[in-house]
């Protein structure tokens, strides 16, 4: 079964500069990545996926994500941040034996003036 | 108006209460989640049902149980609640042709069990 890897559960960083939120998958012959972001009191909203072809994928609000098959990676970034990005962001896997969404635990990031 | 819809949106109940958690869709999704989400822990699936006549559970389903009573509506519920079922919960949904695996989310349901 697959698994997700977060590693960093909570990432501070200051308005306009740069930001890479980490997330690693256990090795399968294909799968879907997708990261999902959790405004505070909403529910989950889908960012971006990567299902196949070009493996930089861009999604809304300016973030991006790079799909790296060799280091089973999926890390989501962005050039400059913004107070309004301050938020929980899920990286998810899909999982073709059980047909489901694996789920990372989450990062927080917080973006400070 | 909202594509997934989740009634109560928050909840405060006494331990050994019966609590039902109601989701519904207008997406016509055959695909429906039920989700936990506790700090740190991310998102845990307690039941999914791929069809109406299709239920199964999930990783922590002890203590809950499910309806799908239409394509549309599928509820959760805590048949004795205690307090470590405190918790967000989400629905979502999903499609059966192309992207399965893109699930779409209600607003969520904050449970406080006291």
């Known amino acids: 079964a697959q698994s997700v890897t977060q590693l960093d559960s909570q990432v501070p960083v200051f308005e306009e500069a740069p930001v890479e939120l980490r997330c690693n998958y256990s090795s399968s012959v294909s799968v879907y990545l997708f990261w999902y972001v959790q405004y505070p009191n909403q529910g989950l909203q889908l960012l971006l996926k990567y299902l196949s072809g070009s493996t930089l994928v861009k999604g809304i609000n300016g973030f991006e994500a790079e799909f790296n098959k060799s280091q089973t990676s999926f890390h989501l970034r962005k050039p400059s941040v913004h107070i309004s990005d301050t938020a929980e962001y899920f990286c998810a896997v899909s999982d073709s034996d059980t047909d489901k969404l694996i789920f990372g635990t989450g990062t927080r990031l917080q973006v400070f003036p | ?114």
């Open chain 2, 1 to 114: 108006d909202a594509d997934v819809t989740q009634t109560p949106r928050n909840r405060i109940t006494k331990t050994g209460k019966r609590i039902m958690l109601e989701c519904s869709q207008t997406k016509g999704h055959d695909r429906m989640y039920w989700y936990r989400q506790d700090p740190g822990l991310g998102l845990r699936l307690i039941y999914y049902s791929f069809d109406v006549k299709d239920i199964n559970k999930g990783e922590i389903s002890d203590g809950y149980s499910v309806s799908r009573q239409a394509q549309a509506k599928f509820s959760l519920s805590l048949e004795s609640a205690i307090p470590n079922q405190t918790a967000l919960y989400f629905c979502a949904t999903s499609d059966m042709g192309g992207t399965i695996y893109e699930q779409y989310f209600g607003p969520g349901t904050r449970l406080t069990v006291t």
